[in-house]
């Protein structure tokens, strides 16, 4: 995958998966139907430049 793929996490959960994509450079969206994963999601550090939705 290219460094700066664009990379949709679907059931992010806690964030994890796509703060690890973010530090390599992906441009990253969170999906997740679960409003409290989204709002936990929101919260963590490394929120700037991730999507959440």
């Known amino acids: ?3 700066s793929s664009r990379v ?3 059931g ?3 964030d994890a998966l796509a ?3 973010k ?4 441009r ?3 999906i997740d139907p679960s409003e409290s994963e ?3 999601a929101w919260k963590a550090p490394s929120q700037n430049q991730i999507h959440h939705e």
């Open 1 to 3: 995958m290219d460094r």
């Open 8 to 10: 949709f996490d679907l």
């Open 12 to 14: 992010c959960g806690n």
């Open 19 to 21: 703060r690890h994509l």
């Open 23 to 26: 530090k390599r450079g992906h």
């Open 28 to 30: 990253v969206t969170d």
């Open 38 to 40: 989204i709002a936990f």
